[in-house]
């Protein structure tokens, strides 16, 4: 500090007019300072580690009470095209559509997750039926799965001692519930089954009431409700929820688990299906297959039979047909005796008996995709414009015949239709018994490639999450920090005040562990008495007040008072430790130095020096004590105090009478240096008065505990009561913070000396 500015530190006359409030001046600043971060979390360490350790026990929690989840896995193979043998395959002699054989993957995926498919599943292996033991609340369910053995885990607790937690299962307890019948107005209410002894036990209703009473391996019944429980393994007290759901909602819980997804340029079929009972997932998987297999058998089967019932109703009319053909014919030949065809006849005869049997063919087609497809159905416009072709084409024939003798075209027709009915007949009579054969051994289109298998636990995770916590409790940490800075503009660093108000700061006093620790011995009433100038000497905090016993010094040499009134805006801001530290530290280097506790709302400044609060200001003022009475000596030579006294019921008044001005007269014609402690300048009006009959007023801001307006309008307060305020002392300044800021504005000087050095 220069000497024009010790100069200005010196006592000024207080203004007729008080001084306009210093403007507000904008710094600039930049927007983002890595010093500053690091400070800052360095700063909220403890809240990091906190916020950090709660978050990732929260996480370790979560890992130890979830339930886990497991998948299995299986392989199906679906066979591309139509399987087997067709009801009409070997009717098909010329050119004829083919059947719509594109095999649909998506189809057959929607049949294995199909409520046809599953309902099965869900009444074979009874999944609409739940029972499970009742746990510890939270941490029950994962202390019972980590049991290992056939025994039954021990209780946690003494059961005798809490008899409330007998209900609990602490693991290796079983249930198998082979049936449960109840109203359907009780679908989805859960019963309670009390364990009791002997493999009997009691089922309760939602209420609590009993339903029924029954033993493992028989029918029991009551109130509507049939119950069969198979297995039963507990210790007598223990609870299970059981609970009959409808079988859509089981249906639909198998859905949601069951996934089915087609392998890549293949008609293979992965599916999985999750679940936490990893004893029954794969019997579960493994069953909707064999569910598939048998449908798609089935079905094909039942293709078959179908064409086959259609075929032995169509053989006996061609037989009749056959048989008339037949009988027609030769009556003819031997009314007319032996009658030769030419040629060009025979030739006609033949293209005729072809057209013939490929209209019966389609004709056959035709009534058989009506049982399979709608008259819609791509197939049937084929089919019926080759028929429309064929019968042109017999339209054509027809016509050449009528130009035949009538002999020759009455024996042309009745062997023809004799040799198309023989040919179906025949045709019709072999495909029948391949189909009876082909039934017999029906196969399907699908295959079991890989059984079911549990590949493992899927969810949760531990390492994941346990990650994810970690990572989550720093980030929540940070944001909680970001919040706290973003919310309060307090000011951290004395340069603002410097920059801002236009006011010098004259020491800036590091926070002090060694003051914090007194602070709170003198409080707890551990210790009567105690300063930290003279408890440690060495202290950084000291040596800070001992640069401003050097200012203040010299700054006083040409002043006419020698008062110093030390006050700040608001109260918990070291203004006692700043005034009685200073005092002490004045008394050490010689002088002669007296500090008045003016706070005669809350001072307490008799505490630090094991004095009473009585016969002190109050009692000077009101006349019932002279000086020498309310002068009170220290421990430290040099050092008097002056207390507040009794506390009067009206502080600001006794402050005004004429009688506490000569009280300070006559101190600082007695002593070298006299020591105010006012109250706060915002709270009460007590500073503002007691600065005018002082040479110089400090005031004491504490870092991160007051916004730059408050400070602002602390000094714009004093200055209309007429009061100069020469400086500010700032308080309870981070080191470890600043230390990591870069630039001019990081610095802080510790320097001290070492014992044994």
Known sequence: MSLDQLKS?????????????????????????????????????WLVLIVTSLVSMAGALAVFTATPIYQANATLQIE????????????????????????????????????????????????????????????GAGLARRHAGADLAQPLFDLTKYAWLTKYAWGGEAIKVESLAVPGSQLGQSFTLVAGENDRYQLLGSDNTPVLQGRVGEQAHGKGVSLFVSQLTARPGTHFNVSRISQEDAIFSLQE??????????????????GPDIATLSRVLEEILNAYVIQNVEYHSAEAENTLNFLETQLPVLKTQMDAATTAYNSYRL??????????????????VDVE???????????????????????????????????????????????????????????????????????????????????????????????????????????????????????????????????????????????????????????????????????????????????????DAVESLRGLRTTLHFALLDAAKSSVLITGSSQGIGKSFISTNLAALLAQSGKRVVI????????????GFSLQREG??????????????????????????????????????????????????????????????????????????VGRLTGATLMVARAGMHPLRELEQAVKRLNQAGVEVQ???????????????????????????????
């Open 596 to 607: 008045i506790d003016a706070d005669l709302r809350k001072g307490h400044i008799h505490r």
């Open 335 to 352: 009314s007319r005796g032996s009658v030769d065809l030419n040629i060009e006849t025979q030739s006609l005869l033949a293209s005729l």
């Open 80 to 139: 591309g095209g139509q399987k087997g043998v067709s009801a009409l395959a070997e009717l098909q002699s010329m050119a004829a559509p083919a059947l719509d054989s594109d095999f649909s993957i998506n189809t057959q995926i929607h049949i294995l997750k199909s409520r046809m498919l599953l309902g099965r599943v869900v009444d074979k292996l009874k999944l609409d039926i739940l029972a499970s033991p009742v746990y510890l609340p939270f941490v």
């Open 257 to 274: 688990r069951l996934a089915v997804q087609q392998r890549r340029y293949s008609a293979v079929l992965d599916a999985t299906l999750t």
């Open 727 to 757: 400086g500010f002392v700032f308080n309870d300044m981070n080191t470890t913070r600043q230390r990591y800021r870069y630039g001019y504005k990081g610095y802080v000087y510790q320097y001290a000396y070492k014992k044994n050095a």
């Open 357 to 539: 049997k490929d209209l019966v063919k389609l004709q056959e087609q035709r009534d058989e995709f009506t049982q399979r497809f709608t008259p819609g159905h791509p197939s049937f416009h084929s089919l019926d414009s080759q028929i429309e072709r064929l019968k042109a084409r017999k339209s054509q024939l027809d016509t050449q015949i009528s130009e035949l003798p009538a002999i020759q075209q009455t024996i042309l027709r009745l062997q023809q239709d004799v040799e198309v009915n023989s040919t179906l007949y025949t045709k019709l009579l072999n495909a029948a018994q391949q189909l009876r054969v082909s039934t017999a051994g029906q196969v399907g289109d699908a295959r079991i490639i890989d059984e079911a298998l549990v590949s493992g636990q899927i969810a949760p995770k531990p390492t994941l999450m346990l990650g994810v916590s970690l990572v989550l409790g720093l980030v929540s940490s940070f944001v909680i920090i970001w919040l706290h800075c973003s919310l309060r503009v307090m000011v951290e660093d004395p340069e603002k005040i410097e920059g801002q108000l236009g006011l010098p700061v004259y020491a800036t006093i590091p926070h002090s562990k060694a003051e914090a620790s007194l602070s709170r011995t003198l409080k707890s009433g551990k210790a009567n008495s105690g300063l930290l100038s003279t408890c440690m000497p060495d202290d």
């Open 616 to 689: 002190g200001v109050s009692e000077y003022i009101s006349g019932t004590a002279g000086l020498q009475d309310i002068v009170k000596g220290t421990a430290i030579p040099g050092l008097v105090v002056v207390t507040t006294g009794q506390r009067p019921p009206n502080p600001s008044e006794l402050l005004m009478h004429h009688r506490f001005e000569e009280l300070l007269e006559k101190l600082e014609a007695e002593y070298d240096y006299v020591i105010i402690d006012a109250p706060p300048v915002l709270a009460v009006s007590d500073a503002a008065i």
């Open 9 to 45: 530190f010196k006592a000024m006359p207080a203004p007729v007019n008080p001084p306009p409030s210093p403007a507000i001046v904008e710094e600039n600043e930049p927007a983002f300072n890595l010093g500053d971060l690091i400070a800052t979390l360095l700063e909220y360490k």
